[in-house]
């Protein structure tokens, strides 16, 4: 007996795969065939290839990789604009940036400044200066520390300070500054200083130093700062400055809470030897010092 082929069963499962060629080469035979020959064929389902689903996601997956889809949010030449903008930042910035140098503890540095003036940093010091014009219409250094100038003439030259402003035109002179100390002296030459509303002209072998908020003036007959030569040298200075060069020079920390700060130093002390440095300073104003540890040292009266 003929098998009914005419249902729709019998296609679905044509469409999908599920017809054994027997079965596909019976139905050519019959007269159905015929009726939905058109059809299959209309609906490409005569003759479904088989496929790898497997296979044909890895060619979709290659496919996104190999041809990525790239979004572009600005024009082009907007990107060319911001390239030309951050030459011209880079630019601005390299011409303006400052050039620094720093010292450590019990160090010095020799450094000369485009217009061939020196400048020598004593111990846990700090300099900077803008390179761009200098000596043409800017020679301006920012100073943290104690320093020696032997400035060569030409345009104003001038050292700023958190304490105050030293202005030459072509001189020899030291600025020692911090949070605590302000003092200039002039070794040739002439400066002017300027602080809290106050102003100094020192010729050579004069000084002062900033002492609650008033300037005070003295005298000095070295021809060069005694520093330089590995010693440092004191004319009257108040206690608190001549430990910070002690605590400069030797990284130590000295603790000066329990004698009279007030007190005043006039001498020296060597920079090659710290206990022959300490003795030299404090016994000579009867002040005793223990050391706690290898970098601190307590100061007490005798």
């Not at 139905?27 to 059809?39: G, L």
């Not at 600025?175 to 030459?189: L, M, P, R």
């Not at 130590?252 to 002390?269: A, K, P």
């Amino acid at each position: 007996m003929e098998k009914n082929y005419n249902t729709d069963d019998f296609l679905a499962k044509w469409a999908s795969g599920e017809i054994s060629e027997a079965e596909k080469e019976a139905f050519r035979k019959t007269e159905d065939y015929s009726y939905y020959q058109a059809i299959l064929e209309g609906t490409d389902i005569l003759e479904v290839p088989k496929y790898d689903k497997e296979k044909l996601f890895e060619k979709v997956q290659k496919s996104k990789l190999e041809e990525p889809k790239v979004i572009t949010l600005f024009p082009k030449w907007i990107y060319g604009i911001a390239a030309s903008a951050a030459i011209l930042i880079g630019l601005f910035f390299f011409l303006n940036n400052a050039v620094d140098y720093e010292t450590g503890h019990g160090e010095t540095l020799a450094i000369t400044l485009p217009d061939n003036s020196e400048v020598i940093l004593n111990s846990k010091s700090k300099l900077s200066f803008k390179e761009k014009n200098w000596g043409v219409d800017n020679r301006e250094i920012s100073l943290s520390g104690e320093a020696f100038f032997k400035v060569e003439k030409g345009t104003e030259f001038l050292v700023k300070t958190e304490n105050g402003t030293v202005t030459v035109l072509g001189t020899q002179f030291t600025v020692n500054t911090d949070a605590s100390i302000f003092e200039v002296i002039c070794f040739e030459g002439k400066v002017k200083v300027e602080s809290q509303n106050q102003s100094e002209i020192l010729t050579k072998g004069k000084a002062v130093r900033l002492i609650n908020t008033t300037f005070e003036a003295f005298t000095l007959t070295d021809a060069n700062p005694t520093w330089l030569q590995d010693e440092s040298s004191f004319a009257d200075a108040p206690l608190t400055q001549v430990i910070k060069a002690l605590e400069n020079q030797y990284n130590v920390q000295i603790n000066s809470q329990n004698v009279d700060e007030s007190l005043r130093f006039t001498g020296s002390f060597t920079h090659n030897n710290i206990d022959t440095a300490l003795r030299t300073v404090f016994e000579s104003m009867e002040i005793t010092f223990t050391f706690e540890n290898e970098k601190t040292i307590e100061l007490s009266k005798k």
